[in-house]
């Protein structure tokens, strides 16, 4: 299974951007889907999942601004940041459950990750 994440850039605060992360190889199920960030000198931090039904949440630090969603018939997920900060600024990562088979245990897989720059 590869994820092959895109969307990152250059913004100015304020401004919006949408990342994408689509999951392909052997996969019979997709389970949960999340965004995580990483900024210069700080710890991976949980951004946004949302479930295989649907069921979206974010964390505190962008809720009202970042929205999560996914394409199941195209495994992938959707990261929509809106009213961009400098503090957004960070390496975004997608994270995927991922079913191989019917029978198969759920592995997980990380993509290789998106550079997000917010300019203030």
């Known amino acids: 299974v590869q994820l092959q994440a895109s969307g990152g850039g250059l913004v100015q605060a304020g401004r919006s951007l949408t990342l994408s992360c689509a999951a392909s190889?052997?996969?019979?199920?997709?389970?949960?889907m999340e965004w995580y960030r990483q900024a210069p000198g700080k710890q991976r931090e949980f951004v946004a999942a949302?479930?295989?039904?649907?069921?979206?949440n974010v964390a505190n630090s962008v809720d009202g601004r970042f929205t999560i969603s996914r394409d199941s018939a195209k495994s992938t997920v959707y990261l929509q940041m809106n009213s961009l900060k400098s503090e957004d600024t960070a390496v975004y990562y997608c994270?995927?459950?991922?079913?191989?088979?019917?029978?198969?245990?759920?592995?997980?897989?990380w993509g290789q990750g998106t550079q997000v720059t917010v300019s203030s």
């Open positions: 949302i479930t295989g039904g649907g069921i979206a």
């Open positions: 190889g052997s996969i019979s199920r997709v389970n949960t």
């Open positions: 994270y995927v459950l991922v079913q191989e088979c019917d029978e198969c245990a759920v592995n997980e897989y």
